[in-house]
């Protein structure tokens, strides 16, 4: 598992992160990954090497001369950028407790750091209350310490193997802070689908100029406009709940 920054100050407006993670993992392919080609076999001195590559949209069939686009590969690469953006809105603290809030609290425990979401089991037992469930009754000192240190300034409290975390609702200037943090979210989400959608419209005009039919080009064209609306709208939405989400009273 990767390794989360440091905790910041409780004020700075990005105390609300979990990870300074958070705005960035949206653009590169670790959230975005494609189908694997098929391996391919190199024979030598009796032994076979297997080797794989990631799969373009535009993926070869028989001949240069007959390529083929995988729409459903370029949707499937817009639905993982709004899946990442989905768990980094889950880390925002809001006004309701919410289990993505301690998940990835980086906990030290059996001689490394591991996240919280290793330890136990987050639940939300009211509107300002979690229930951390630990699997290790003799962590549960590691995992209040690290959930009383974090950037989040909450004040847990341990019995055996269950801790409970109050949440206090945040200031109105808190949630101004977390609501621009949320849009930026949001924003950042929408950049990488409009990449995704900019590199598939590149490939189909390559493939046009290796001769595909002009109607062929334009359905799929269709089809890669089509996700991309329904990507960006699905982010909106996400935004918009967030949002809610924020001013809502416990």
Known sequence: SSTLSPWIPLRHPRAFVISENTLMPFGGRSFAKGKKGKKE?????????????????????GSPDAPAFNVDDVAKRMDAHVDSMLAELAK???NRAS????????????????PLKELAIVTVKDNSTLTVSLFDASMCHAVEKAIQTSA???NPKAALDTIIVSVPSLSAEDRKEVAKLAAAVAETAKIAVRGRRKEAMDSLKQLKKLGRSEDEVSRDEKQVQLFTDK????????????KKELIALV
């Open 41 to 61: 076999k190199k024979v030598g001195k009796g032994k076979e090497e297997e080797s794989d590559e990631e799969e373009s949209p535009v993926a070869a069939k």
């Open 99 to 114: 289990p993505g809030m301690l998940e990835s609290i980086l906990v030290q425990a059996y001689g490394d750091t591991l």
């Open 92 to 94: 925002l603290r809001t």
């Open 152 to 154: 989040l300034g909450l």
């Open 231 to 242: 990507a960006t709208q699905k982010i909106d939405s996400l935004a918009e709940a967030k």
